[in-house]
């Protein structure tokens, strides 16, 4: 049985969405259980991996589609080379978490992966980088022509909708 796929938005790069995201992947379980895709840049990962200090392997791939099923792939959805000024609210940091989210969307929508699960965005980051969302959520909404949506959180005991 093919495992599932799930997309990995690095959100905003100068936040601690990629430290969280390596910090996860460290663990074994995770190609077990599902193939992970990192939608972002294999030097900001490079770059998160040195300011964590982890020994973090991965995959680079040009899109889901070729990938390592046990591997952790990461989606290169820009070339350049982006400057990364942790902390800081900067429309680069809201333009790349853009252009990351808009690249997993775009390859769930055709299939390659399951399901998409986002690092946080900084909404002063994002309103630079002309994101006309508040948030995850309602982006999600419009790029899927729904009318309702809920933002679900949850753990072992608590659920939050």
């Not at 820009?78 to 997993?104: C, P, Q």
């Amino acid at each position: 049985m093919e495992k599932i796929k799930i997309g990995i938005t690095v959100g905003d790069l100068n936040g601690i969405g990629l430290e969280v995201i390596l910090k996860t992947l460290m663990d074994k379980r995770i190609p077990e259980l599902c193939t992970p895709f990192i939608y972002g840049s294999s030097k900001a990962v490079s770059y998160h991996k040195n300011i964590v200090g982890i020994d973090f392997q991965f995959h680079q791939v040009k899109g889901a589609d070729k990938y390592m099923p046990d591997k952790i792939n990461v989606v290169n959805c820009w070339n350049e080379s982006v400057n990364i000024s942790l902390g800081k609210a900067t429309d680069l940091s809201g333009r790349y978490a853009f252009k990351a989210l808009e690249v997993a969307v775009a390859e769930l929508k055709e299939g390659f992966i399951d399901a998409i699960v986002t690092a946080p965005i900084n909404k002063e980051a994002m309103k630079m980088a002309d994101f006309p969302f508040p948030g995850h959520t309602e982006y999600f909404t419009q790029r899927f022509e729904i009318r309702e949506s809920l933002m679900l959180m949850l753990n072992e005991s608590l659920r939050v909708g």
